[in-house]
């Protein structure tokens, strides 16, 4: 699904990867870990398509969506909380204003039959996909989502820009987890989580539909969402089988 080949990055003199193939597959959930300054970061990056490998190649199948949060440097402003979120779900939306703008033709038509025709099945085809891809339950997942990431229904209609940094983030994560990308990738999801929050986004990604990739210090948590790690270091990956505890192990008996 999503491919390294030979892929070498470094900053100077120092090299982070060398030669590195490495590949994520439909449904795996990765931890990623290593020493600070190992490159775990810079690796979530490349695949997230934001740095670019010195050499080699990063392959994706078509269509692929990937899903990125970074650790900090998200600040979110110009709309509601309720209206930042939901474009999450941005084609949707897009059909939702659709389906409105015909409603209110539908309702001045002076047109012919014919053209009245046309109109009414152009409305029906989108209330077919807007029902498909679940719009009439997209609220639904909106206010789950807030509710469960510590958001009150009071903050709905705040201004983004009024929350710390800290909600900044949580806003970053709620938009990301409900776009529901084919790859998500998080750098310490739960840096800015209180408990109640952090065990909720532990049972979300614990039955996310895709693959997902996460770099945490939460022993615990990582435990409890991840199947398999990757250790970054030595200037390369190294793959193991099973949770942060099980890894710990083999690593200690290698």
Not at 58 to 74: A, C, E, F, H, I
Not at 203 to 216: E, I, K, Q, R, T
């Amino acid at each position: 699904m999503l491919q390294l080949s030979s892929l070498t990055k470094g900053f100077g003199d120092r090299i982070l990867f060398e030669n590195v193939t490495w590949q994520i597959s439909a449904g795996d959930r990765v931890g990623l870990c290593g020493p600070n300054g190992a490159g775990k970061t810079t690796l979530l990056r490349i695949l997230a398509g934001l740095d670019e490998p010195d050499t080699g190649t990063v392959t994706t199948r078509t269509g692929l969506t990937v899903g990125y949060l970074p650790q900090d440097g998200l600040v979110h402003s110009g709309r509601s909380l309720l209206d930042e979120v939901s474009t999450a779900f941005q084609p949707l939306l897009d059909i939702k204003r659709t389906m409105e703008e015909i409603e209110h033709q539908l309702a001045d038509d002076q047109g012919s039959q014919d053209e009245h025709a046309s109109v009414l099945e152009r409305y029906s085809d989108l209330q077919h996909r807007f029902r498909d891809e679940d719009g009439y339950t997209m609220d639904l997942k909106i206010a789950g989502v807030l509710n469960g990431l510590g958001f009150s229904a009071e903050d709905f209609t705040k201004p983004t820009d009024t929350f710390s940094g800290g909600w900044q983030m949580r806003i970053a994560l709620a938009t990301l987890i409900l776009r529901q990308p084919h790859v998500l990738l998080l750098d310490e999801p739960t840096n800015h989580l209180d408990l109640e929050a952090r065990n909720w986004l532990e049972g979300f990604l614990a039955d996310y539909p895709h693959a997902l990739m996460l770099v945490s210090h939460d022993r615990y948590f990582m435990d409890r969402v991840v199947t398999r790690i990757a250790e970054v270091g030595l200037r390369t990956l190294t793959p193991y089988a099973g949770t942060y505890s099980e890894y710990l192990v083999a690593r200690e008996a290698a």
